[in-house]
Protein backbone atom coordinates (compact mmCIF):
# COMPACT_ATOMS: atom_id res chain seq x y z
CA UNK A 1 0.00 0.00 0.00
CA UNK A 2 1.39 3.27 -0.68
CA UNK A 3 1.70 5.87 1.80
CA UNK A 4 -0.78 9.61 1.03
CA UNK A 5 1.19 12.46 1.87
CA UNK A 6 -0.75 15.33 3.40
CA UNK A 7 -1.45 17.95 1.23
CA UNK A 8 0.28 20.90 3.12
CA UNK A 9 3.19 18.53 3.15
CA UNK A 10 3.47 18.54 -0.72
CA UNK A 11 3.73 22.61 -0.89
CA UNK A 12 6.25 22.16 2.29
CA UNK A 13 8.42 20.05 0.06
CA UNK A 14 7.41 21.86 -3.54
CA UNK A 15 8.43 25.32 -1.60
CA UNK A 16 12.17 23.40 -0.43
CA UNK A 17 12.66 22.52 -4.08
CA UNK A 18 12.38 26.16 -5.70
CA UNK A 19 14.56 27.47 -3.04
CA UNK A 20 17.17 24.36 -3.35
CA UNK A 21 17.64 24.64 -7.42
CA UNK A 22 20.57 27.02 -7.52
CA UNK A 23 22.68 25.61 -4.31
CA UNK A 24 21.94 21.84 -5.51
CA UNK A 25 23.63 22.91 -9.17
CA UNK A 26 26.23 24.51 -7.25
CA UNK A 27 26.67 21.35 -5.29
CA UNK A 28 26.93 19.02 -8.23
CA UNK A 29 29.53 21.38 -10.13
CA UNK A 30 31.59 21.06 -7.64
CA UNK A 31 31.35 17.03 -6.66
CA UNK A 32 31.82 16.60 -11.02
CA UNK A 33 33.75 19.38 -12.41
CA UNK A 34 36.33 20.32 -9.56
CA UNK A 35 39.33 18.07 -8.58
CA UNK A 36 39.81 17.60 -5.12
CA UNK A 37 41.97 20.08 -3.25
CA UNK A 38 43.55 17.56 -0.29
CA UNK A 39 45.95 20.40 1.29
CA UNK A 40 49.14 18.43 2.63
CA UNK A 41 51.06 20.76 4.64
CA UNK A 42 54.75 19.87 4.11
CA UNK A 43 54.21 15.96 4.02
CA UNK A 44 51.77 16.40 7.49
CA UNK A 45 48.88 14.89 8.01
CA UNK A 46 46.08 17.45 8.56
CA UNK A 47 42.14 16.39 9.63
CA UNK A 48 40.33 19.38 8.69
CA UNK A 49 36.35 19.75 9.94
CA UNK A 50 34.50 22.58 10.07
CA UNK A 51 32.19 23.82 13.65
CA UNK A 52 29.73 26.25 12.45
CA UNK A 53 28.71 26.56 16.22
CA UNK A 54 31.77 28.23 16.81
CA UNK A 55 34.02 27.12 20.20
CA UNK A 56 33.87 29.21 23.37
CA UNK A 57 36.36 27.87 25.81
CA UNK A 58 39.13 24.89 25.58
CA UNK A 59 38.65 24.74 29.47
CA UNK A 60 36.69 21.21 30.08
CA UNK A 61 35.30 23.14 32.81
CA UNK A 62 33.08 24.54 30.38
CA UNK A 63 32.84 21.96 27.66
CA UNK A 64 28.99 22.05 27.63
CA UNK A 65 28.13 22.11 23.92
CA UNK A 66 29.16 19.50 21.05
CA UNK A 67 31.24 22.04 19.55
CA UNK A 68 33.47 22.57 22.66
CA UNK A 69 33.07 19.09 23.78
CA UNK A 70 34.71 17.69 20.39
CA UNK A 71 37.50 19.44 21.00
CA UNK A 72 38.38 19.57 24.31
CA UNK A 73 37.99 15.56 23.78
CA UNK A 74 41.20 15.83 21.87
CA UNK A 75 43.30 18.06 24.32
CA UNK A 76 42.49 15.75 27.64
CA UNK A 77 41.98 12.41 29.29
CA UNK A 78 39.86 11.50 32.24
CA UNK A 79 40.56 8.94 34.70
CA UNK A 80 37.76 5.96 32.23
CA UNK A 81 36.36 6.67 28.79
CA UNK A 82 33.86 5.25 26.73
CA UNK A 83 34.79 1.95 24.40
CA UNK A 84 33.95 1.35 21.03
CA UNK A 85 30.57 -0.20 22.46
CA UNK A 86 29.83 2.22 24.87
CA UNK A 87 31.74 0.02 27.55
CA UNK A 88 33.69 1.87 30.22
CA UNK A 89 37.57 1.33 29.55
CA UNK A 90 40.60 2.18 31.28
CA UNK A 91 42.31 5.66 30.53
CA UNK A 92 44.58 7.31 32.75
CA UNK A 93 43.11 4.96 35.30
CA UNK A 94 44.55 1.15 34.43
CA UNK A 95 42.21 -0.34 36.76
CA UNK A 96 39.54 0.37 39.67
CA UNK A 97 37.69 -1.50 42.53
CA UNK A 98 34.43 -0.94 43.74
CA UNK A 99 33.81 -1.84 47.32
CA UNK A 100 30.97 -4.40 48.46
CA UNK A 101 28.57 -1.72 49.11
CA UNK A 102 29.29 0.01 45.75
CA UNK A 103 30.04 3.50 48.03
CA UNK A 104 33.83 3.61 47.54
CA UNK A 105 35.93 4.03 44.42
CA UNK A 106 40.15 3.70 44.32
CA UNK A 107 41.58 4.24 40.98
CA UNK A 108 45.13 2.82 40.16
CA UNK A 109 46.68 5.14 37.76
CA UNK A 110 49.07 4.21 35.02
CA UNK A 111 52.84 5.90 35.76
CA UNK A 112 53.62 6.62 31.90
CA UNK A 113 50.51 9.64 31.83
CA UNK A 114 52.06 12.93 31.20
CA UNK A 115 50.86 16.60 30.29
CA UNK A 116 51.58 18.08 27.28
CA UNK A 117 55.13 20.17 27.29
CA UNK A 118 54.15 23.56 28.21
CA UNK A 119 55.88 26.88 29.52
CA UNK A 120 53.78 26.35 32.59
CA UNK A 121 55.87 23.73 33.63
CA UNK A 122 60.24 24.08 34.65
CA UNK A 123 61.69 23.73 31.62
CA UNK A 124 58.81 23.74 29.19
CA UNK A 125 58.31 19.63 29.67
CA UNK A 126 55.68 17.98 31.16
CA UNK A 127 55.25 16.48 34.08
CA UNK A 128 53.84 13.27 35.28
CA UNK A 129 50.19 12.81 36.38
CA UNK A 130 49.60 11.87 39.82
CA UNK A 131 46.66 10.96 41.81
CA UNK A 132 46.41 14.60 43.56
CA UNK A 133 46.45 15.99 40.18
CA UNK A 134 42.95 14.41 39.52
CA UNK A 135 41.52 16.04 43.33
CA UNK A 136 42.91 19.17 41.92
CA UNK A 137 40.51 18.41 38.98
CA UNK A 138 37.42 17.11 40.69
CA UNK A 139 37.47 19.73 43.41
CA UNK A 140 38.19 22.84 40.63
CA UNK A 141 34.64 21.50 39.00
CA UNK A 142 32.90 21.83 42.45
CA UNK A 143 34.48 25.04 43.28
CA UNK A 144 31.26 27.66 43.04
CA UNK A 145 33.67 30.34 42.16
CA UNK A 146 34.68 28.70 38.87
CA UNK A 147 30.77 27.93 38.71
CA UNK A 148 31.10 24.90 35.78
CA UNK A 149 28.09 23.34 34.73
CA UNK A 150 29.49 20.16 35.37
CA UNK A 151 29.67 20.73 39.09
CA UNK A 152 26.31 18.74 39.33
CA UNK A 153 28.42 15.25 39.00
CA UNK A 154 29.71 15.90 42.10
CA UNK A 155 26.41 16.29 43.99
CA UNK A 156 26.76 12.29 44.21
CA UNK A 157 30.04 12.27 46.18
CA UNK A 158 30.10 12.35 50.22
CA UNK A 159 31.27 15.10 51.98
CA UNK A 160 33.57 15.54 55.08
CA UNK A 161 32.69 19.04 56.49
CA UNK A 162 33.20 21.49 53.32
CA UNK A 163 35.46 19.10 51.52
CA UNK A 164 34.43 16.12 49.07
CA UNK A 165 35.47 12.66 50.17
CA UNK A 166 38.66 12.63 48.18
CA UNK A 167 41.90 11.10 48.52
CA UNK A 168 45.02 10.54 47.03
CA UNK A 169 47.05 8.12 49.82
CA UNK A 170 50.07 8.06 47.22
CA UNK A 171 50.82 9.65 43.85
CA UNK A 172 48.93 6.09 41.75
CA UNK A 173 45.90 5.70 43.91
CA UNK A 174 42.99 7.92 43.83
CA UNK A 175 39.80 7.32 46.06
CA UNK A 176 36.39 8.66 46.17
CA UNK A 177 33.47 8.00 48.23
CA UNK A 178 29.66 8.44 47.66
CA UNK A 179 26.88 9.17 49.86
CA UNK A 180 25.08 6.22 48.68
CA UNK A 181 25.68 3.87 45.62
CA UNK A 182 24.73 4.91 42.43
CA UNK A 183 25.65 2.41 39.82
CA UNK A 184 26.13 4.57 36.45
CA UNK A 185 28.38 6.89 38.45
CA UNK A 186 31.99 5.22 36.53
CA UNK A 187 29.87 6.51 32.82
CA UNK A 188 29.44 9.96 34.52
CA UNK A 189 33.42 9.83 34.64
CA UNK A 190 33.97 9.55 31.16
CA UNK A 191 32.36 13.27 30.54
CA UNK A 192 35.00 15.55 30.05
CA UNK A 193 34.19 17.66 32.91
CA UNK A 194 36.27 15.01 34.87
CA UNK A 195 39.09 15.41 32.42
CA UNK A 196 42.44 15.76 34.52
CA UNK A 197 44.45 19.32 34.46
CA UNK A 198 47.36 20.18 36.29
CA UNK A 199 47.30 23.33 38.95
CA UNK A 200 50.19 25.09 37.36
CA UNK A 201 48.04 25.71 34.20
CA UNK A 202 45.26 27.81 35.90
CA UNK A 203 47.92 28.95 38.48
CA UNK A 204 49.72 30.88 35.17
CA UNK A 205 46.55 31.46 33.36
CA UNK A 206 43.26 31.97 35.63
CA UNK A 207 40.60 32.31 33.50
CA UNK A 208 42.84 32.77 30.41
CA UNK A 209 43.28 28.97 30.19
CA UNK A 210 40.25 28.53 28.25
CA UNK A 211 42.30 29.85 25.61
CA UNK A 212 45.77 28.05 26.90
CA UNK A 213 44.73 24.41 27.29
CA UNK A 214 47.46 21.87 29.27
CA UNK A 215 45.97 17.96 29.12
CA UNK A 216 47.56 14.35 28.44
CA UNK A 217 45.27 13.71 25.46
CA UNK A 218 46.50 13.10 21.58
CA UNK A 219 46.35 16.46 20.75
CA UNK A 220 47.72 19.01 22.31
CA UNK A 221 47.14 23.52 21.61
CA UNK A 222 49.02 24.91 18.74
CA UNK A 223 46.94 27.90 17.91
CA UNK A 224 43.28 29.41 18.12
CA UNK A 225 42.47 32.36 15.89
CA UNK A 226 38.99 32.70 17.81
CA UNK A 227 35.70 32.47 15.18
CA UNK A 228 38.82 31.81 12.26
CA UNK A 229 40.77 28.91 13.15
CA UNK A 230 42.11 26.47 15.93
CA UNK A 231 45.06 24.07 15.26
CA UNK A 232 46.01 21.08 17.42
CA UNK A 233 49.14 19.09 16.94
CA UNK A 234 50.19 15.50 17.49
CA UNK A 235 51.43 14.66 21.02
CA UNK A 236 54.70 12.63 20.71
CA UNK A 237 54.38 11.11 24.15
CA UNK A 238 51.16 10.45 24.43
CA UNK A 239 50.57 7.09 26.29
CA UNK A 240 47.80 5.48 24.28
CA UNK A 241 49.25 2.59 21.48
CA UNK A 242 47.54 0.48 19.03
CA UNK A 243 48.79 -2.62 17.45
CA UNK A 244 51.96 -1.67 19.10
CA UNK A 245 51.63 1.86 17.24
CA UNK A 246 51.84 4.84 19.56
CA UNK A 247 48.70 7.39 19.08
CA UNK A 248 47.48 9.33 17.01
CA UNK A 249 48.38 8.74 13.59
CA UNK A 250 47.20 12.09 12.41
CA UNK A 251 49.85 14.96 12.96
CA UNK A 252 47.59 17.98 13.57
CA UNK A 253 43.83 18.97 13.31
CA UNK A 254 42.61 22.07 11.49
CA UNK A 255 39.31 23.02 12.87
CA UNK A 256 37.41 26.20 10.83
CA UNK A 257 34.50 28.26 12.01
CA UNK A 258 32.31 28.50 8.88
CA UNK A 259 28.93 29.43 10.02
CA UNK A 260 26.85 29.13 6.94
CA UNK A 261 26.18 25.61 6.52
CA UNK A 262 25.88 25.50 2.93
CA UNK A 263 29.20 27.08 2.88
CA UNK A 264 31.23 24.13 4.97
CA UNK A 265 29.58 21.55 2.85
CA UNK A 266 30.82 23.42 -0.13
CA UNK A 267 33.98 23.06 1.09
CA UNK A 268 33.82 19.50 2.19
CA UNK A 269 32.74 18.46 -1.41
CA UNK A 270 36.05 20.08 -2.86
CA UNK A 271 38.03 18.16 -0.65
CA UNK A 272 38.85 21.23 1.76
CA UNK A 273 37.51 19.74 4.70
CA UNK A 274 37.61 15.65 5.69
CA UNK A 275 34.18 15.08 7.63
CA UNK A 276 30.84 16.60 7.71
CA UNK A 277 28.47 16.01 10.53
CA UNK A 278 24.70 15.97 10.53
CA UNK A 279 23.14 17.25 7.46
CA UNK A 280 21.17 20.94 6.56
CA UNK A 281 17.56 20.66 5.33
CA UNK A 282 18.83 22.70 2.20
CA UNK A 283 20.38 19.91 0.62
CA UNK A 284 19.23 16.26 2.24
CA UNK A 285 16.78 15.57 -0.50
CA UNK A 286 19.77 15.84 -2.78
CA UNK A 287 22.22 13.73 -0.54
CA UNK A 288 20.11 11.17 0.59
CA UNK A 289 17.26 8.86 -0.90
CA UNK A 290 13.48 8.83 0.98
CA UNK A 291 15.66 6.00 3.06
CA UNK A 292 18.27 8.19 4.42
CA UNK A 293 20.75 6.14 2.03
CA UNK A 294 23.80 8.70 0.79
CA UNK A 295 22.60 8.59 -3.02
CA UNK A 296 24.92 6.73 -5.24
CA UNK A 297 26.31 9.48 -7.66
CA UNK A 298 28.40 10.98 -4.65
CA UNK A 299 29.57 7.34 -3.39
CA UNK A 300 32.57 8.24 -5.44
CA UNK A 301 33.25 11.40 -3.63
CA UNK A 302 32.38 10.50 -0.04
CA UNK A 303 30.93 7.80 2.40
CA UNK A 304 28.04 8.21 4.82
CA UNK A 305 28.17 6.50 8.38
CA UNK A 306 25.09 6.16 10.26
CA UNK A 307 24.32 4.90 13.70
CA UNK A 308 21.94 4.94 16.22
CA UNK A 309 21.78 8.38 18.53
CA UNK A 310 21.38 8.59 22.52
CA UNK A 311 18.70 11.77 21.59
CA UNK A 312 15.54 11.21 22.37
CA UNK A 313 13.16 14.14 20.48
CA UNK A 314 9.80 14.57 22.36
CA UNK A 315 6.78 16.66 23.11
CA UNK A 316 6.36 17.47 26.84
CA UNK A 317 3.36 18.45 28.62
CA UNK A 318 3.53 20.35 31.61
CA UNK A 319 1.27 18.15 33.55
CA UNK A 320 0.63 20.25 36.86
CA UNK A 321 -0.64 23.68 34.45
CA UNK A 322 -3.51 25.52 35.47
CA UNK A 323 -5.63 27.78 33.46
CA UNK A 324 -5.86 31.42 33.86
CA UNK A 325 -8.86 31.06 35.91
CA UNK A 326 -6.77 28.60 38.32
CA UNK A 327 -8.41 25.28 37.40
CA UNK A 328 -6.72 22.36 35.93
CA UNK A 329 -5.79 22.32 32.37
CA UNK A 330 -6.74 19.48 30.15
CA UNK A 331 -3.39 18.78 29.56
CA UNK A 332 -3.36 17.96 33.23
CA UNK A 333 -5.40 14.66 32.17
CA UNK A 334 -3.60 11.53 31.43
CA UNK A 335 -6.44 10.82 28.70
CA UNK A 336 -6.03 13.87 26.68
CA UNK A 337 -2.13 13.58 26.71
CA UNK A 338 -2.58 9.68 25.39
CA UNK A 339 -5.24 10.84 22.55
CA UNK A 340 -2.68 13.38 20.95
CA UNK A 341 -0.01 10.27 21.30
CA UNK A 342 -2.43 8.50 19.12
CA UNK A 343 -2.86 10.70 17.01
CA UNK A 344 -0.37 10.98 14.74
CA UNK A 345 1.69 8.30 11.91
CA UNK A 346 5.24 8.58 12.98
CA UNK A 347 6.35 6.31 10.55
CA UNK A 348 5.29 8.60 8.01
CA UNK A 349 6.54 11.71 9.52
CA UNK A 350 10.31 10.00 9.69
CA UNK A 351 9.65 9.18 6.38
CA UNK A 352 8.31 12.04 4.52
CA UNK A 353 9.88 14.79 6.93
CA UNK A 354 13.16 13.42 7.69
CA UNK A 355 14.12 10.82 4.90
CA UNK A 356 13.87 7.94 7.45
CA UNK A 357 16.71 9.89 9.31
CA UNK A 358 16.39 8.41 12.87
CA UNK A 359 13.93 5.59 14.29
CA UNK A 360 9.89 6.53 14.81
CA UNK A 361 9.07 6.76 18.96
CA UNK A 362 7.47 3.88 19.19
CA UNK A 363 9.47 1.72 22.12
CA UNK A 364 9.03 5.07 24.72
CA UNK A 365 12.23 7.92 26.13
CA UNK A 366 15.17 5.36 26.36
CA UNK A 367 16.51 5.94 22.65
CA UNK A 368 17.45 3.10 20.30
CA UNK A 369 21.87 2.42 21.21
CA UNK A 370 21.21 2.58 25.09
CA UNK A 371 23.86 -0.25 25.88
CA UNK A 372 21.46 -3.19 27.81
CA UNK A 373 18.87 -1.47 27.29
CA UNK A 374 16.58 -2.38 24.29
CA UNK A 375 12.79 -2.24 24.72
CA UNK A 376 10.15 -3.96 22.51
CA UNK A 377 7.43 -2.35 23.63
CA UNK A 378 5.12 -0.48 21.41
CA UNK A 379 3.71 2.11 23.39
CA UNK A 380 1.92 4.20 21.31
CA UNK A 381 1.47 4.25 17.29
CA UNK A 382 -1.37 5.81 15.00
CA UNK A 383 -4.63 5.38 15.83
CA UNK A 384 -7.03 7.74 15.65
CA UNK A 385 -10.45 5.57 16.81
CA UNK A 386 -7.95 5.43 19.72
CA UNK A 387 -7.93 9.31 20.43
CA UNK A 388 -11.31 10.11 19.86
CA UNK A 389 -12.48 6.99 22.28
CA UNK A 390 -9.59 8.83 24.71
CA UNK A 391 -11.26 12.61 24.54
CA UNK A 392 -14.83 11.01 24.69
CA UNK A 393 -14.17 9.56 27.90
CA UNK A 394 -12.23 13.06 29.25
CA UNK A 395 -14.99 14.94 28.24
CA UNK A 396 -14.17 16.17 25.31
CA UNK A 397 -16.53 13.96 22.73
CA UNK A 398 -15.41 14.96 19.08
CA UNK A 399 -13.01 17.70 20.38
CA UNK A 400 -16.14 19.63 21.61
CA UNK A 401 -15.60 21.84 24.64
CA UNK A 402 -11.64 21.59 24.95
CA UNK A 403 -9.80 24.76 24.10
CA UNK A 404 -6.78 25.36 21.71
CA UNK A 405 -3.76 23.63 22.89
CA UNK A 406 -0.60 25.96 22.61
CA UNK A 407 2.50 23.89 21.64
CA UNK A 408 6.21 25.77 21.75
CA UNK A 409 8.63 25.05 19.28
CA UNK A 410 11.55 26.47 17.47
CA UNK A 411 11.55 27.32 13.82
CA UNK A 412 13.74 24.21 12.99
CA UNK A 413 11.19 21.82 14.13
CA UNK A 414 8.20 23.60 12.41
CA UNK A 415 7.44 21.13 9.71
CA UNK A 416 7.16 18.22 12.50
CA UNK A 417 5.00 20.33 14.47
CA UNK A 418 2.72 21.25 12.04
CA UNK A 419 2.45 17.82 10.88
CA UNK A 420 0.95 16.95 14.45
CA UNK A 421 -1.10 19.82 14.09
CA UNK A 422 -2.98 18.77 10.99
CA UNK A 423 -3.12 15.39 11.88
CA UNK A 424 -4.31 15.84 16.19
CA UNK A 425 -7.13 17.95 14.38
CA UNK A 426 -8.34 15.83 12.39
CA UNK A 427 -9.32 13.69 15.71
CA UNK A 428 -10.67 16.74 17.46
CA UNK A 429 -7.55 18.62 18.93
CA UNK A 430 -6.86 22.01 17.89
CA UNK A 431 -3.46 22.90 18.34
CA UNK A 432 -1.59 26.56 18.01
CA UNK A 433 2.45 26.55 17.52
CA UNK A 434 3.89 29.20 18.85
CA UNK A 435 7.70 29.65 17.80
CA UNK A 436 10.21 31.11 19.96
CA UNK A 437 14.03 31.51 19.62
CA UNK A 438 15.92 28.23 21.28
CA UNK A 439 17.49 30.34 24.03
CA UNK A 440 14.17 31.67 24.84
CA UNK A 441 12.48 28.17 24.45
CA UNK A 442 14.99 26.72 26.70
CA UNK A 443 14.48 28.94 29.13
CA UNK A 444 10.83 29.30 29.62
CA UNK A 445 10.72 25.68 30.06
CA UNK A 446 13.42 25.13 32.91
CA UNK A 447 10.86 27.93 34.81
CA UNK A 448 7.78 25.43 33.98
CA UNK A 449 6.06 28.27 31.88
CA UNK A 450 5.19 26.55 28.64
CA UNK A 451 2.00 23.95 29.07
CA UNK A 452 2.84 22.14 26.08
CA UNK A 453 6.59 22.48 24.30
CA UNK A 454 8.84 21.06 21.78
CA UNK A 455 12.36 19.47 23.50
CA UNK A 456 15.04 16.38 23.13
CA UNK A 457 17.90 15.04 25.48
CA UNK A 458 20.94 13.97 24.75
CA UNK A 459 22.04 11.17 27.05
CA UNK A 460 25.05 12.63 29.32
CA UNK A 461 26.52 9.13 30.27
CA UNK A 462 25.12 5.64 28.75
CA UNK A 463 23.06 4.93 31.68
CA UNK A 464 19.18 4.71 30.65
CA UNK A 465 18.92 6.16 34.38
CA UNK A 466 19.98 9.67 32.41
CA UNK A 467 16.12 9.83 30.48
CA UNK A 468 14.58 7.93 33.69
CA UNK A 469 15.77 10.99 36.18
CA UNK A 470 13.77 13.60 33.71
CA UNK A 471 11.06 12.24 35.70
CA UNK A 472 12.16 12.13 39.34
CA UNK A 473 9.80 13.98 41.87
CA UNK A 474 12.88 15.38 43.06
CA UNK A 475 14.38 16.70 39.93
CA UNK A 476 11.75 19.21 39.12
CA UNK A 477 12.56 22.07 37.48
CA UNK A 478 14.15 25.01 37.53
CA UNK A 479 16.47 23.11 40.12
CA UNK A 480 16.51 20.00 38.07
CA UNK A 481 15.61 18.19 34.30
CA UNK A 482 12.19 17.29 35.29
CA UNK A 483 10.51 19.97 32.69
CA UNK A 484 7.21 17.75 32.67
CA UNK A 485 6.64 18.30 36.56
CA UNK A 486 5.66 14.53 36.48
CA UNK A 487 5.07 13.41 39.97
CA UNK A 488 4.56 9.53 41.13
CA UNK A 489 5.28 8.33 44.58
CA UNK A 490 5.82 4.93 42.88
CA UNK A 491 7.74 6.11 40.51
CA UNK A 492 10.35 7.87 43.06
CA UNK A 493 10.09 4.60 45.26
CA UNK A 494 11.22 2.04 42.28
CA UNK A 495 13.87 4.89 40.83
CA UNK A 496 15.06 5.02 44.15
CA UNK A 497 15.73 1.21 44.66
CA UNK A 498 16.83 1.05 41.63
CA UNK A 499 19.66 3.45 42.21
CA UNK A 500 20.71 1.40 45.09
CA UNK A 501 20.74 -1.68 43.34
CA UNK A 502 24.53 -2.68 42.40
CA UNK A 503 23.11 -5.82 40.27
CA UNK A 504 23.39 -4.89 36.87
CA UNK A 505 20.81 -7.54 35.60
CA UNK A 506 17.99 -6.75 38.51
CA UNK A 507 18.42 -2.84 38.38
CA UNK A 508 17.66 -3.33 34.43
CA UNK A 509 14.49 -4.95 35.03
CA UNK A 510 13.88 -1.65 37.54
CA UNK A 511 14.21 0.56 34.24
CA UNK A 512 12.19 -1.27 32.31
CA UNK A 513 8.98 -1.00 35.21
CA UNK A 514 9.93 2.39 35.78
CA UNK A 515 9.50 3.32 31.81
CA UNK A 516 6.30 1.71 32.13
CA UNK A 517 5.46 3.84 34.64
CA UNK A 518 5.99 6.85 32.46
CA UNK A 519 4.50 5.63 28.92
CA UNK A 520 1.47 4.99 30.72
CA UNK A 521 0.70 8.39 32.53
CA UNK A 522 2.16 10.09 29.13
CA UNK A 523 3.75 13.48 30.19
CA UNK A 524 5.34 12.99 26.70
CA UNK A 525 5.03 12.19 22.85
CA UNK A 526 8.08 10.80 22.17
CA UNK A 527 8.84 11.61 17.92
CA UNK A 528 11.46 9.56 17.41
CA UNK A 529 15.31 8.68 18.33
CA UNK A 530 18.00 9.98 16.09
CA UNK A 531 20.72 9.41 14.14
CA UNK A 532 24.62 10.10 13.61
CA UNK A 533 24.96 11.20 10.46
CA UNK A 534 28.78 11.26 9.33
CA UNK A 535 29.85 12.34 5.84
CA UNK A 536 33.80 11.10 5.23
CA UNK A 537 36.04 11.76 2.64
CA UNK A 538 37.14 8.35 0.97
CA UNK A 539 40.85 8.81 2.03
CA UNK A 540 39.58 8.51 5.83
CA UNK A 541 40.31 5.76 7.48
CA UNK A 542 39.30 4.97 10.81
CA UNK A 543 36.80 7.58 11.94
CA UNK A 544 34.19 5.46 13.61
CA UNK A 545 30.78 6.69 14.76
CA UNK A 546 28.94 6.10 18.20
CA UNK A 547 25.70 6.60 19.92
CA UNK A 548 26.96 9.34 21.94
CA UNK A 549 28.12 11.35 18.68
CA UNK A 550 31.81 11.70 20.28
CA UNK A 551 34.36 12.11 17.98
CA UNK A 552 37.41 10.95 18.36
CA UNK A 553 40.58 11.67 16.11
CA UNK A 554 43.10 9.46 18.05
CA UNK A 555 42.70 6.34 15.53
CA UNK A 556 41.91 8.08 12.35
CA UNK A 557 44.41 8.14 9.52
CA UNK A 558 44.37 9.60 6.55
CA UNK A 559 45.91 8.26 3.24
Not at 147 to 173: C, H, M, Q
Not at 202 to 225: A, H, I
Request: glycine share 6%; proline share 6%; net charge positive.
Amino acid sequence: MQLKIPTFVNRIEAARKVKKAFFVCLILSCIFGCSSRMEQDNGKTVFRYNEAANITSLDPAFARDQANIWAVHQIYNGLVQLGDNLNITPCIAKSWDISADGKEYVFHLRKDVFFHDSPVFPGGKGRRVVAADVSYSFERIMDRKVASPGAWIFNYVEKRGEKLSFKAPDDSTFVLRLKQPFPPFTGILTTVYCSVVPHEALEKYGSDFRRNPVGTGPFRFKLWKEGVKLVLVRNPTYFESEHENRLPYLDAVAITFLADKQSAFLEFVKGNLDFMSGIDPGYKDELLTRDGRLKEKFKRKFRLLAVPYLNTEYLGFLVDVKTDGGRNSPLSLRQVRQAINYSFDRRKMIGFLRNNIGTPGLNGMIPKGMPSFDSAVTWYDYDPRKSRKLLAEAGYPGGRGLAPVVLSTTSDYLDICKYIQYKSGEVGIEIRIDISPPAALKEMKAQAKLPFFRASWIADYPDAENYLSLFYGKNFSPGGPNYTHFHNTGFDLLFEKAMACTNDSIRYGYYRELEKIIMEDSPVVVLYYDQVLRFIQNNIEGLESDPMNMLTLKKVRKR
